[in-house]
């Protein structure tokens, strides 16, 4: 969780989903980053995110996205990005 889910949380989104892929346990983990606000919502990832992945060889299709409280039925573990969006 992050505040426009446009950075660090779909770098860590797909690291995650590739990290899950090569050790092909990716049928045991649904993965997911959201935003606590909705400034970003539809935006693809910031430019520099798309390129620091890119340059580890990870691609991502993500959209921002706001969290939802279905969100804390959904998944068994929501991390956040700092205390900020913890609060």
């Not at 346990?25 to 990832?45: L, Y």
């Not at 691609?59 to 969006?85: G, P, R, W």
Request: a negative charge.
């Amino acid at each position: 969780v992050s505040v426009g889910n446009i950075c660090r949380s779909p770098i860590a989104e797909a690291v995650f989903r590739k990290l899950v892929t090569d050790e092909k346990v990716e049928n045991k983990w649904m993965t997911d980053s959201a935003a606590v606000s909705d400034w970003n919502v539809g935006r693809s990832p910031d430019a520099r995110a798309l390129s620091c992945l890119r340059n580890h060889g990870i691609e991502t299709a993500h959209k921002a996205q706001q969290v939802t409280k279905d969100d804390f039925q959904t998944f068994d573990y929501i991390l956040c990005m700092d205390e900020s969006n913890l609060r």
